[in-house]
């Protein structure tokens, strides 16, 4: 049986961040995913107590790592809108608060990043993590 902790490589996307200034939206480093047949994009968001807030994020791919276009939701497990903070989420609930959201990319392009894109200036921290999996190579270094 395999084990998971030797067969995936985690890479940080977006360093923990805030997201303070409107529309601008913060993108991430580019992952270079050969070697690895699968990709998890994990999306981590503090505490957001600011009205009507929303961050969204946006997948991108490329042949180079200049050229990044978004990715087509077919090349996508589940969505990009699934893993945003809408402005519709109760606060009081603490739904969208602390919490970790997730996308897959099952798209033929080598390589990957996210964007993320708030809607108010008010502070909202978040991060973006990419994970590897289904490795050529085992075991994948830590």
Do not use: W
């Not at 990715?71 to 969208?96: C, F, K, M």
């Not at 392009?109 to 990419?130: C, G, P």
């Amino acid at each position: 049986m395999r084990d998971l902790h030797h067969n995936i490589k985690a890479i940080r996307c977006i360093s923990p961040v805030s997201l303070g200034t409107t529309g601008v939206g913060k993108t991430g480093k580019v992952i270079d995913r050969q070697g690895f047949d699968s990709v998890e994009f994990v999306f981590d968001y503090g505490a957001i107590t600011a009205t009507n807030a929303t961050v969204t994020p946006t997948i991108l791919e490329g042949d180079t790592t200049g050229a990044m276009t978004s990715v087509a939701d077919a090349n996508l497990l589940g969505l990009e809108a699934n893993a945003a903070i809408g402005a519709t989420t109760p606060r009081a609930s603490g739904v969208s608060m602390n919490v970790t959201r997730r996308v897959g990319y099952i798209g033929p392009k080598r390589y990957v990043t996210a964007k993320l894109v708030a809607t108010t200036s008010a502070a909202i921290v978040a991060a973006a993590t990419v994970i590897l999996g289904a490795a050529h190579d085992h075991p994948v270094a830590t």
